[in-house]
C-alpha cells in the first residue's frame, strides 16, 4: 500500500488556498473489506460518491494522487507493520491520564481514519502532519502587525483544524518592553472563537456536527486575577502547555474561568492550557479546547501548542512595542506641529498635514502661523529633507529657532541667515528648504524670503491663480549664502497657499509639472464660487489634497492656506507725538476724535486713561517720536511704540511710591495687553472689548 501525507499547502478544489482555518472534506464511510484486500474506492473531487459520507477535517488538502495506483494493483497491498512511537522528550508526563487515553488504533486506521466512528474527524498522526500545520499556523501569525490581527491570525490558524474553539486571556494592561509591571496580575479574555454552526456545503464543505446546546459557548471569564501561589499561576509559571485533566490544570480552571467553568471544558485530553510567554514574562494564556465527539488530544500536540503560544506571545510583543512607537511618534507629531493656528487680525488661515504613510506617521515638514506687532502675522512652512525620527527632531529645532527669531521682529531675509547657521551647528547634513513671509493687514503687503522651496501661489478674488516670483535661494544648512527678501501686494480677498514639495512632486510628476497642475486646480475650484466669492478655506484645502493619485504619496505633505482680508484705511488712525510732557495730553485728544468718528465714544474715557498712562511711560524714556496708531477691528486695539528696547513689567507699587502704577491700571481695565521688542524699539498694545 503507497501512504499520501496529508498536504497543509496543496490547495483543494473550491477550496480558498489563503485560508488558514482548513477544511471539512467528504471522504466516504468504512465499506466492507473487498475479497481482494484492497482499499475501499475513495470519491474524487467533484463525483458524488456510491456510499454514505462523513466530515472529516484536515489542512488545506488532502492528497488524492495515489488513489489510482493503488486500485491498480490490489494484490500488492502488505499488512501494516507500524509501530507505536516513544514519548516525545522535553514533554512532562500529564498524571491521571494514562487510564484516560483512548485505545490505540492500528496502522491503517491512524493513517485513513478509517475504522473510526463515523463522523470522528481523523486526527494528525505523524509528525509531517504537525509540521505542516505548524508552519501554515505560524506563518498565518507572523503577517499581523497589530495586536487584534495577530490574535485573530492564532484562532483562524487554530480553528478548526486543531481544535474546534480556543479562548486566548491577554494580560491587561500589557507591559511593554523592558517595563516593569505594577500592581496585581490581570488577565481579559481577549478573543474567543469557534466552529461555526454552519458551512458552505459547496465544493467539498459539510456541516460540522455541533453539541446541543453548544456549551462551548458559555466557557470563559471576561476577567480574573492571578493570585500568587495560586495553582493559575504555578501553572503559568511553568511556561509549558499542559493538559487540563492534570490536577494542577484542573484547579486553575475556576480560577481562569469563574466558578463552576471547569464543568463545561470537556473531560480527557481534550483541552490545553499553555501560557503565552514573552521575551521576559508570561503576558496571557490560550485554551484549546475540543468536543467530547472528536478524538482527544495527544502527547505531541503539546508540542503544536507549545510553538503557537510562542509564536503567538512574540508576535503580540512585537505589536505592542508597535503600537508604543506608534503612540510616540503621534505625540511628537503632534508637539511639533502647531495645536491651535492663531487669530490674526486681517487674516484667516487654515492647514493640513498628511504623512508619508500610515506606518511612517512623522517627517521633517511643518507649517506654522506666527503673530508678530503691529497685527502683522508670519507665515512659515518648512520641509527637512527625509521623513523620520530624526527629520521631525530637526524639524522641531529648527521651528523653536524661527518662533525664537520671529518674537525678535527681524527682516524675512535676516530669519533665513540665522536659521542657515543655526542648521549648520546641529551639524554638516542637516538641510532643509524654507519660506518665510510677513503678512501687513493695514498696508495690503507681503514680504517673502525663500530658501529652496517651492514658491508660493496667490489665488486672487477674481479666480486668477498666479506662481508668485520669489528667489529661490539655497536650502537652509549649505552656509554661505545671501536670502533676498521681495514685497508683494497682497490685496484683499486673495488667497495665499504655502505648500511643502509632497505635494507638487512624486515618481510620477516633476516639481514643476505638479505646480501647474495645482495652479489649474485653484483656479477651477475659485470658479465655481463666482468671481465676487472666494472658496471657503476648509473646503479648498481639501479641494487641494484631491488633487493626489494613488502614486503621489511618496513625501510628507504641509499645506497652509491665508485669506486677507486686511484692515481698511478708514479702521485706522495713526499718529506721532514727540517725545514732551504735553504728549500724553495730545494723545488723549486725538485718541477721543477718533473714537468720536467711529462711533465708539462710550469707550472715550477707559481709552483715554490708558493711552493716557502707556504714552507717558515712553516719552519718560524715549528720545524719538513715540507712535500712536488705533485699529478697529472686531476689538479696539490701541499701540504706542518707542525707540527704548527695555520691555515694561508688571509690578505692585508701595504706597510711597510716585508712579509704577499705569500698567497695573492697563492689565485690568484692557481685555488684552503686551509688550514685544522691536529692531528698532519696542511696542505696547492693548486691546478692548466693543460694547
Known amino acids: 500500500m503507497t501512504e499520501h501525507p496529508i498536504s497543509f499547502e496543496r490547495p483543494q478544489p473550491g477550496v480558498d488556498p489563503a485560508d488558514p482555518r482548513g477544511a471539512l472534506l467528504r471522504t466516504p464511510a468504512p465499506a466492507p473489506a473487498s475479497p481482494s484486500g484492497a482499499l475501499p474506492a475513495q470519491a474524487r473531487a467533484g463525483e458524488t460518491p456510491s456510499t454514505p459520507e462523513t466530515a472529516v477535517p484536515c489542512g488545506k488538502g488532502m492528497s488524492q494522487a495515489g488513489t489510482d495506483s493503488e486500485h491498480s494493483q490490489p494484490d500488492a497491498a502488505e499488512p501494516d507493520t507500524h509501530r507505536p512511537r516513544p514519548a516525545p522528550e522535553g514533554i512532562p508526563s500529564q498524571p491521571g491520564t494514562e487510564n484516560e487515553r483512548p485505545p490505540v488504533l492500528g496502522g491503517g486506521e491512524r493513517r485513513s481514519g478509517q475504522g473510526l466512528p463515523p463522523g470522528q474527524p481523523t486526527p494528525m498522526r505523524r509528525d509531517g502532519d504537525r509540521l505542516r500545520f505548524v508552519g501554515a499556523a505560524t506563518r498565518r501569525i507572523a503577517r499581523g502587525i497589530d495586536l487584534d490581527e495577530i490574535v485573530m491570525g492564532l484562532c483562524r490558524a487554530t480553528v478548526p483544524t486543531f481544535s474546534d474553539a480556543i479562548l486566548v486571556y491577554l494580560r491587561d494592561p500589557l507591559p511593554v518592553g523592558d517595563e516593569r509591571p505594577t500592581g496585581p496580575l490581570l488577565l481579559r479574555l481577549r478573543r474567543t472563537d469557534r466552529i461555526p454552526a454552519e458551512r458552505d456545503t459547496d465544493g467539498g464543505f459539510a456541516p460540522v456536527l455541533q453539541p446541543e446546546p453548544s456549551e462551548l459557548e458559555t466557557v470563559g471569564n471576561e476577567l480574573c486575577e492571578v493570585r500568587p501561589g495560586s495553582a493559575l499561576a504555578e501553572v503559568l509559571r511553568g511556561v509549558r502547555p499542559v493538559f487540563t485533566d492534570a490536577p494542577a490544570a484542573r484547579a486553575a480552571l475556576p480560577e481562569l474561568l469563574g466558578e463552576g467553568g471547569e464543568f463545561t471544558v470537556p473531560s480527557g485530553q481534550r483541552a490545553i492550557l499553555a501560557p503565552l510567554r514573552g521575551r521576559r514574562r508570561v503576558i496571557g494564556a490560550a485554551l484549546f479546547l475540543r468536543r467530547p465527539e472528536r478524538i482527544a488530544f495527544e502527547a505531541d500536540d503539546l508540542l503544536v501548542a507549545a510553538q503557537l503560544a510562542t509564536h503567538s506571545a512574540l508576535g503580540i510583543d512585537k505589536a505592542v512595542l508597535y503600537g508604543r512607537e506608534a503612540y510616540i511618534a503621534d505625540e511628537l507629531q503632534r508637539t511639533m506641529l502647531p495645536e491651535n493656528l492663531p487669530r490674526p487680525t486681517g487674516v484667516r488661515l487654515a492647514s493640513r498635514y498628511l504623512p508619508a504613510a500610515e506606518t511612517a506617521r512623522v517627517g521633517g515638514d511643518w507649517y506654522d502661523a506666527i503673530p508678530l506687532p503691529g497685527s502683522r502675522v508670519a507665515l512659515v512652512v518648512g520641509d527637512v529633507m527625509g521623513h523620520s525620527m530624526t527629520s521631525a527632531a530637526i524639524m522641531g529645532q529648527l521651528r523653536t529657532t524661527a518662533q525664537t527669531l520671529a518674537g525678535l521682529d527681524l527682516p524675512p531675509q535676516e530669519v533665513l541667515h540665522h536659521l542657515d547657521e543655526q542648521a549648520q551647528r546641529l551639524g554638516s547634513d542637516r538641510m532643509a528648504t524654507y519660506l518665510y513671509a510677513v503678512y501687513d493687514p493695514v498696508s495690503h503687503r507681503i514680504t517673502i524670503a525663500n530658501a529652496g522651496h517651492p ?78 466669492h472666494p472658496p471657503p478655506l476648509e473646503a479648498l484645502c481639501d479641494e487641494v489634497l484631491d488633487m493626489l493619485g494613488p502614486g503621489d504619496r511618496d513625501d510628507d505633505i504641509a499645506l497652509l492656506a491665508a485669506r486677507f482680508d486686511g484692515i481698511a484705511p478708514s479702521d485706522v488712525a495713526y499718529w506721532f507725538l514727540e517725545p514732551e510732557d504735553a504728549a500724553p495730553g495730545r494723545a488723549r485728544r486725538l485718541a477721543r476724535r477718533a473714537l468720536s468718528r467711529w462711533g465708539m465714544e462710550d469707550l472715550s474715557d477707559s481709552v483715554e486713561l490708558l493711552v493716557s498712562e502707556v504714552v507717558t511711560n515712553a516719552v519718560r524714556y524715549a528720545s524719538r517720536p513715540v507712535t500712536l496708531r488705533l485699529l478697529r477691528t472686531d476689538v479696539l486695539r490701541c499701540e504706542v511704540g518707542d525707540d527704548v528696547p527695555q520691555l515694561p513689567r508688571l509690578r505692585q507699587a508701595r504706597a510711597t511710591d510716585e508712579g509704577g502704577r499705569g500698567l497695573y491700571l492697563v492689565n485690568k481695565l484692557a481685555r488684552r495687553w503686551g509688550a514685544t521688542r522691536l529692531s528698532t524699539g519696542k511696542v505696547v498694545w492693548f486691546e478692548l472689548n466693543r460694547n
Open 455 to 532: 514658491p508660493p501661489i496667490l489665488l486672487h478674488l477674481g479666480g486668477r491663480a498666479e506662481v508668485l516670483r520669489v528667489p529661490p535661494g539655497a536650502p537652509i544648512g549649505v552656509g554661505g549664502v545671501d536670502f533676498e527678501a521681495v514685497e508683494l501686494d497682497a490685496p484683499a480677498g486673495a488667497t495665499l497657499l504655502l505648500y511643502t514639495d509632497g505635494l507638487v512632486e512624486s515618481r510620477l510628476r516633476d516639481v514643476w509639472t505638479g505646480i501647474e497642475q495645482l495652479r489649474e486646480k485653484l483656479a477651477a475650484t475659485a470658479q465655481l464660487t463666482g468671481p465676487d
